[in-house]
């Protein structure tokens, strides 16, 4: 079996909010073999940047458009193309958006790997650590306390036992902070897990002190409240706080992950398959992570090519316990761009079963949105 194409395909929805939703347009990633099987993926990034990476031309031997360099080989040696595709585009794929390309086919090759041999991905890993993992409701704010406060029952209701909101208006003020915390808490009730996603907006004593005054409402972690890059703030935080904090999902490949790990101290280590180099690297990052005794979360705030993928993955390590499923209220791509809807029951997801990923895409719907 060769790979005959690999093809980056943009979608958009006719308005895109200028929030940080990551339903408002999408990046697939398929690759087609002489054998008549198709895989698929997704990349979380800047479409248009990503697309370039992949279909960009050959430049020279370290500088090579990704769709070039697969062509004709075997799709089933997802390591060996791993490290050529990173070797033979190093100087754009080392870190950020070169691997951010590399993540989406990677997952389209595993995809491929389980459909050929009939087994699901999760399988091939060599997991089976779960029949089904509960699922926290992933959220952005309300537009103020009180609305959040309404989510939240909302999401209660509906049966999660972990909720996390995130992002804006977080850090306008510490007012504002404490108060959609507050709502959140009251929203939920006691006995629910509540996450905060802070969205990279304090310095390191502003996130110590937010952390502190959010003990009294028992947030489960606190994610992302600095910029990537400051893994000394990082670790200030998590020593100066009883609070978990989480990160991860700004990093790409395993080296960025020791760095958040080993200088920054965090608590939960935070993959996302559609950035970090796919099931590939995210195996090796986890591994990593559970030399350390940390437990390994996905985070995906896209499309049900990105939670089955997570699904594989988190069924696929054992320092796994919950599954990020986005329950944001609107338009977007998610409920629209794949066959099979995931759906939460009762808080939790159940582990695909079919070979590959087990999703496939809606063709009318990825014509009616595709741009590129």
Known sequence: MKITDVEAIF?????????????????????STDAGITGIGEVDSAPLGVKGVIDG???HSIACGLRQM???????QTEYLWHKMYHQNIYAGRRGIGLHAMSGIDIALWDIKGKALGQ?????????????????????FGATPTETGERARRFRD????????????????????????????????????????AGLVWDAKTAIQR???????????????????????????????????????????????????????????????????????????ASLAQDRGLPVVNHGFTTYINVAAALHFLNAISNSFIVEFVAEEGTTLRDQITQQRIVARDGFLDIPTAPGLGVELNERSIQEYRVF
């Not at 699901?120 to 952005?140: D, E, T, V």
């Not at 902070?177 to 509540?194: H, K, M, N, T």
Request: one cysteine or more; hydrophobic letters at 40%; glycine letters at 8%.
């Open 70 to 76: 697969l062509i004709g080989e075997d799709p089933l």
């Open 158 to 197: 509906q049966g999660f036992t972990a909720v996390k909101f995130g992002w804006h208006p977080m850090g306008h003020d510490e007012h504002t902070d404490i108060a959609l915390v507050r709502e959140a808490r009251q929203g939920l009730g006691d006995p629910i897990d509540l996450m905060i996603d």
């Open 11 to 31: 979608l958009r929805l006719p308005q895109v909010k200028e929030q940080c939703d990551s339903g408002q347009d999408a990046l697939i990633v398929k690759v």
């Open 211 to 285: 952390a502190r005054a959010f003990c009294q409402y028992s947030i489960f972690w606190l994610e992302e409240p600095l910029q990537p890059d400051n893994y000394e703030g990082y670790r200030r935080l998590s020593e100066a706080t009883e609070v978990r904090i989480a990160a991860g999902e700004q990093e790409s490949e395993r080296r960025s992950f020791l760095q958040l790990m080993d200088q920054g101290k965090i608590d939960i280590v935070q993959v996302d398959l559609t950035r970090c180099g796919g099931f590939t690297e995210a195996m090796k990052i």
């Open 57 to 59: 031309p050959y430049s």
């Open 120 to 140: 699901p991905i999760w399988k091939l890993l060599g997991g089976g650590f779960h029949s089904r993992l509960r699922a926290y409701a992933s959220s952005l």
